[in-house]
């Protein structure tokens, strides 16, 4: 509804052309909105900021998010806040009137602030529509029905997981239906238990190639082949992403703890009855084990 | 006058956290130690003295969190960080309780360890 009624909005203040806006808008259906325009949105980012960001991305090999949070622009959990709400179909025409060059970022900063002034009238009804955006990806193409109330657990560590394989591995990452665990020997396997009021297994089996570009992402650091470092990068990874879902949990009242992560090398996984979820990365395939209890 | 440098011991069983860690000490004009479990830090801690020690919680052999108390049973005024993924308020309340100086969770960011350093310098000084 929002890229309906912004697209009408431009339309009326003479922005765009009737011909432009059907343009952008069949683009928005495809387009996947960048961090940057999300940034914008909320006021997280200036544009002046996001440009800056842009820029530095030229000459540094990293992220937008990483940048912009190194550049004091963002914090960790403005950060977290964007990735979740980046499958926000309704941002989708502001991505793409950008990506067409119709508006630039001060414009497209300028018509959002002068919208959300004209049409919203209250704060509390500029948010509803700001979060507006969820895991929708995830929670079309993954079914833990069979797993009951259980599923609700299964369906955030995965949200979880894919935005921070978003953030630190692969902004083009794309989740696959998840499949009973099955047992395969896995090239490379790190794992780690969560345990407390829950008990979760959580790991992560790639092959060689994989592997190693996952640990050089992760690490930034230049990894010549699987070594101590390369394992221990992709260990991090993991660790680093339970540990925040360790958080969440606590949180909201569930106190949960880490055991220590092992990295295994062509072995079946320990875990007998669980979920395996493909997750297909632009430079290889992870595929995610989960069991609880 | 010839100043000292900030002498740091870092604890963490992943290879990459050490030398990351120990590498943007080091940047920071610091003199870095490692260890690489509980039982070890505890050890080299009473060998070294150190100004400041960065301490994981998961980690074999010992915990982190035992090692912090053991660290400040042989040292009351040891400055010791946590630098762990598991930021819960259970950990927090712990690490405090046994006298840690703050605690950042993973992944840090530069700056909250420059202001660790800035600080102990300062108190140095003072």
Known sequence: ?293 | MITEKTKILICDDSSLIRKQLKDLLTKMDCEVVEAVNGQQVVNVFKEIQPDLVFMDIVMPEVDGLEALRNIREYKQDAKVVMLSSVGTSTKLIQALKYGAMDFIQKPYTTEQVLKVVTDVRQSKLA
């Open chain 1, 1 to 293: 509804m929002f890229n309906q009624y912004i697209g009408q909005y431009l339309l009326n203040k003479n922005k765009i052309t009737a011909d432009q806006l059907v343009e952008v808008m069949n683009y928005a259906r495809s387009v996947r909105v960048k961090l940057g325009v999300l940034a914008i949105n909320v006021g997280f980012m200036t544009a002046e900021q996001v440009e800056k960001v842009h820029q530095l991305q030229r000459v540094k090999d990293q992220r937008f998010g990483e940048l912009a949070v190194d550049q004091g622009f963002l914090t960790n959990a403005q950060l977290e806040s964007l990735l979740e709400n980046q499958n926000c179909i309704e941002m989708g025409l502001s991505q793409a009137l950008v990506d067409k060059k119709y508006l630039t970022f001060a414009q497209l900063e300028e018509i959002l602030a002068s919208y959300k002034v004209n049409h919203e009238g209250s704060k509390e009804q500029v948010q509803d529509i700001d979060t507006m955006g969820v895991d929708q990806a995830g929670k079309l193409v993954l079914d833990f029905a069979a797993a009951g109330e259980q599923g609700k657990i299964y369906q955030e560590y995965i949200a979880l997981l894919q935005r921070n394989i978003m953030r630190f591995l692969d902004s083009d990452s794309l989740l696959g239906r998840n499949e009973p665990v099955g047992e395969v020997v896995h090239q490379w396997l790190v794992h780690q238990n969560i345990e407390g009021e829950t008990n979760l297994f959580t790991g992560l089996a790639m092959d060689d190639a994989t592997l190693l570009v996952i640990a050089r992402k992760y690490s930034g650091e230049i990894l010549p082949e699987i070594d101590e470092l390369a394992k221990d990068s992709v260990a991090e990874f993991l660790n680093m992403v339970n540990g925040i879902f360790c958080v969440n949990a606590s949180n909201q009242g569930m106190e949960l703890d880490l055991q220590l992560q092992k990295i295994v090398h062509n072995q079946i996984s320990p875990l007998k009855k669980g979920y395996s979820i493909p997750v297909t990365l632009s430079f290889g395939k992870i595929q995610v084990l989960l069991g609880l209890g």
